[in-house]
C-alpha cells in the first residue's frame, strides 16, 4: 500500500527516540482528500491515542500507522528521506491524493481550475507566487493572472510559457493559448527580480 524507504525508517526512528515515549509511532492522514487542497499530515501517536481504524505498517524499532479512511487515497504513496547539507528533507509521494483530473464531461473552466490548484500553483508556492484563472475565451485561450512573488518576476515569461502553458495544454488539450494579464510593472517584491533568475516551474 504505502512504501517506506530505510532512510525514512530511521528518521522517523531518530525522531521518536527523542521524543523518549515508549512505545511512540507515527500516523499519517490526509485532509481534503480528493481535492486539489489535499495534504498529508505526519503526527506522533501514543497507543492509547489510536482509534482501531489504522493499517499499521511495522517499521525497524517502530510501527507506522495510516488512518484508515486516509488509506485509500495513499495507495501506492511512497516515503524517502534525502540527507543534504542542511539536514534533509522528507519527501511524500502520493498519486492518488488530489484524486483524478475531472472528465471531458466536466467544463473547461472547472478542468483548467484543478490543474491549476493541483499541479500548478503547488509548485510556485514555493517561490511566493500564485496563478488565478480570468477567463477562458471562445477559441480555448487562456487567461491568468499571477501574484505574490510572481508579480512583477523577470522571469514570468519563462514560466508562462515553458511551465504553465505547457502543463495546462498537456492536461487540458482544447486549450489554444495561455496568455498572462497581470501588470507586472506593478509588481513590489518579486522573488526572481533580475532577468537572470530561474523560472519557478524550472
Same mark, same amino acid.
Given at each position: ?6 532512510? !525514512? ?27 486539489? !487542497? ?38 501506492? !504513496? ?20 488530489? *484524486?483524478?483530473?475531472? *472528465?471531458?464531461? !466536466? ?30 475565451? %471562445? ?21 508562462? /510559457?515553458?511551465?504553465?502553458? /505547457? ?13 498572462? %494579464? ?14 537572470? *533568475? ?5
Amino acid at each position: 500500500m504505502i512504501d517506506i524507504s530505510e532512510r !525514512a525508517q530511521q528518521h522517523f526512528l531518530r525522531l521518536l527516540s527523542n521524543q523518549g515515549i515508549e512505545g511512540l509511532g507515527i500516523r499519517v492522514s490526509v485532509t481534503q482528500p480528493g481535492t486539489p !487542497a489535499a495534504n498529508c499530515e505526519l503526527e506522533f501517536c501514543e497507543r492509547n491515542e489510536l482509534s482501531g481504524n489504522e493499517w499499521t505498517v511495522e517499521c525497524t524499532g517502530f510501527d507506522f500507522h495510516i488512518d484508515g479512511a486516509s488509506a485509500p487515497w495513499l495507495d501506492g !504513496a511512497t516515503i524517502d528521506y534525502e540527507p543534504n547539507t542542511t539536514g534533509g528533507q522528507l519527501n511524500i509521494r502520493a498519486p492518488r491524493i488530489k *484524486g483524478e483530473l475531472p *472528465g471531458l464531461e !466536466a467544463g473547461l473552466v472547472e478542468r483548467v481550475q484543478y490543474v491549476l490548484e493541483a499541479e500548478v500553483n503547488p509548485k510556485i508556492a514555493a517561490h511566493g507566487g500564485r496563478v488565478s484563472l480570468l477567463e477562458i475565451d %471562445a477559441n480555448g485561450v487562456v487567461v491568468l493572472q499571477f501574484g505574490g512573488g510572481c508579480h512583477g518576476c523577470g522571469m514570468v515569461d519563462v514560466t508562462l /510559457k515553458h511551465g504553465v502553458e /505547457k502543463t495546462l495544454r498537456e492536461r487540458v488539450p482544447e486549450i489554444t493559448e495561455v496568455r498572462d %494579464a497581470t501588470d507586472h510593472a506593478g509588481g513590489s517584491n518579486p522573488y526572481y527580480s533580475k532577468p537572470e *533568475g530561474r523560472s519557478a516551474l524550472g
